[in-house]
């Protein structure tokens, strides 16, 4: 069974960093892409960013492009989110998710989810 726990999320101030931390455990894991998403209160599920294990490939939502960055630690068994620059419209619960089938951009493709981190940018 593959396991994701995020860790990382806070309250920060505008123009502020965090660093989101997925750490990936499991017997079933393999290395296909891993994601990250968002969900605001009353908002619908928002990719964020995608990686591929594999491929070392990344991309990323408009919104946060050239301020946000994902990365990998695969000796870790962990994949990171560095937010730069955060704005009050960012404030959301942050889920990782991993092993996508299909597009990286749909929610409905990862096979596995982590319970999400709080995080507040405040004005």
């Known amino acids: 069974q593959v396991q994701l726990v995020e860790s990382g999320g806070g309250l920060v101030q505008a123009g502020g960093s965090l660093r989101l931390s997925c750490a990936v455990s499991g017997r079933t894991f393999s290395n296909d892409a891993m994601g990250w998403f968002r969900q605001a209160p009353g908002k619908e599920r928002e990719f964020v960013a995608a990686?591929?294990?594999?491929?070392?490939?990344?991309c990323y939502a408009n919104s946060v492009k050239g301020r946000f960055t994902i990365s990998r630690d695969n000796a870790k068994n962990t994949v990171y989110l560095q937010m730069n620059s955060l704005k009050p419209e960012n404030t959301a619960v942050y889920y990782c998710a991993a092993a996508a089938r299909g597009s990286v951009y749909s929610f409905s493709a990862y096979l596995y989810w982590g319970q999400g981190t709080q995080v507040t940018v405040s004005s």
């Open positions: 990686i591929s294990w594999s491929g070392g490939n990344t």
